[in-house]
């Protein structure tokens, strides 16, 4: 049995010793936030320290199996460390796709040849990982893509475009769907494959955003060799695999509703902005905006927490991971909305240190996306309608 509590003081211990201190504190600009990656640049040593540490310990994927470079912690043990990185405000050492999407995938279908690959190097934060999925003319109607993998005997040809690949200009590979026999149904015939983003033929061009940032890159495919071995799965049954991804990926963008550890406090920010009277904010409409998004995000966190345990006891997440993913945007936007607010005019600073180069605004645009990527929120309300509440 395990003794919680010795896990919990030895956890403790741990990131004391090995947390630094300026690790301790909120992400308020975009360099803060870890990516890894085998050309990735770092805001400072300790960054880079921390995500080595943590990746060195498989912390960065804690219930991850330790043969592929996990934690190999139990549901309980990962909710002790999760509650420890928290009460010292510890920032993510990590935020990696390679983490919350192609990981779980190839855990879930991969080769054991994949596993061995890709796994150890994606905890380490070593390669950075971005999705090719959606297409000019196949983003909310994903089965229709038209990206064609041509079998060369001992290899595919790749041929085609992405679009809305995120960080897809400084990604190391890329997991992609793409159409392996153009004869059959719109369901079938498409496989996920792998490839580094250095392969001859790979072109990745950045959009520019409403923000002012580019996250976001179309991806042009030209005579792309992808080797056979790449293949996650069946060739041909890679719907399946993508539908499982895509439940991770809007679990993942779901989570941008929830404070975690590292990010900036709503009531911090409101405190600092307005300033209490008798121990409460003196504001009394803005007040009020603060303390309902912090009921509002209270009940997310325990319901994604409940549907995080359901899923470990093996009941699945499924069309759960519509209705997370679209109240956690939207609770996301509406957390920047309140900071807006509690900065009144400052809000607007656009550029210079005082604005910290107008992180704040750039960063309210950019939750605008929260809603359109990963699936329309449209789209999700569709599944929530017919696979939760059994509407027509």
């Given at each position: 049995m395990i003794d919680l509590q010795s896990f919990r003081d030895d956890t403790r211990q741990w990131l004391e010793e090995n947390c630094p201190t300026s690790m301790r504190t909120p992400v308020t600009d975009t360099k803060a936030v870890c990516w890894g990656g085998r050309n990735g640049t770092f805001q400072s040593v300790e960054q880079k320290q921390w995500m080595e540490r943590m990746g060195a310990r498989g912390w960065t994927a804690p219930m991850w199996p330790k043969e592929y470079g996990g934690g190999g912690l139990s549901k309980t043990e990962a909710k002790v460390l999760r509650e420890e990185l928290e009460r010292i405000?510890?920032?993510s050492p990590l935020d990696s796709f390679g983490v919350w999407m192609i990981g779980p995938a190839l855990l879930a279908f991969g080769s054991e040849e994949l596993k061995q690959q890709h796994l150890p190097p994606i905890v380490r934060g070593e390669i950075r990982w971005c999705q090719g999925y959606s297409e000019p003319n196949s983003g909310s109607d994903l089965a229709a893509l038209q990206s064609k993998a041509v079998d060369m005997g001992d290899h595919y040809k790749v041929n085609g475009q992405k679009v809305w690949t995120s960080y897809g200009d400084q990604a190391d590979w890329m997991f992609c769907l793409v159409r392996t026999d153009p004869d059959a149904k719109k369901q079938s015939g498409i496989s996920l494959v792998l490839f580094d983003m250095e392969t001859p033929g790979v072109t990745p061009k950045p959009i520019k955003l409403i923000s002012g940032s580019s996250p976001f890159c179309e991806t042009f495919l030209e005579d792309v060799r992808v080797e056979k071995n790449q293949v996650v799965g069946e060739v041909n049954?890679?719907?399946?695999?993508?539908?499982?991804?895509?439940?991770?990926?809007?679990?993942m963008i779901g989570g941008f509703g929830l404070a975690d550890a590292g990010a900036q406090n709503l009531w911090e920010v409101a405190v600092g902005?307005?300033?209490?009277?008798?121990?409460?904010?003196?504001?009394?409409?803005?007040?009020?905006?603060?303390?309902?998004?912090?009921?509002?995000?209270?009940?997310?966190?325990l319901t994604a927490e409940r549907v995080t345990d359901q899923a470990k006891v093996g009941q699945g997440v499924g069309a759960t991971s519509a209705m997370l993913k679209y109240y956690g945007t939207e609770l996301n936007k509406r957390r920047y909305e309140v900071m807006m607010k509690l900065q009144g005019t400052e809000?607007?600073?656009?550029?210079?240190?005082?604005?910290?180069?107008?992180?704040?605004?750039?960063?309210?645009?950019?939750?605008?996306?929260?809603?359109?990527?990963?699936?329309?929120?449209?789209?999700?309300?569709?599944?929530?309608?017919?696979?939760?509440?059994?509407?027509?």
């Open positions: 405000n510890a920032r049954q890679g719907w399946t695999i993508a539908k499982y991804l895509l439940t991770h990926e809007r679990e902005a307005l300033g209490l009277e008798e121990g409460r904010l003196s504001n009394s409409f803005l007040r009020q905006d603060v303390t309902r998004w912090e009921i509002d995000a209270a009940a997310f966190a809000a607007m600073g656009w550029e210079g240190t005082a604005s910290q180069d107008g992180w704040l605004p750039k960063t309210w645009l950019r939750t605008k996306g929260n809603s359109i990527e990963g699936g329309t929120s449209e789209v999700q309300l569709n599944i929530i309608a017919k696979n939760i509440l059994g509407l027509g």
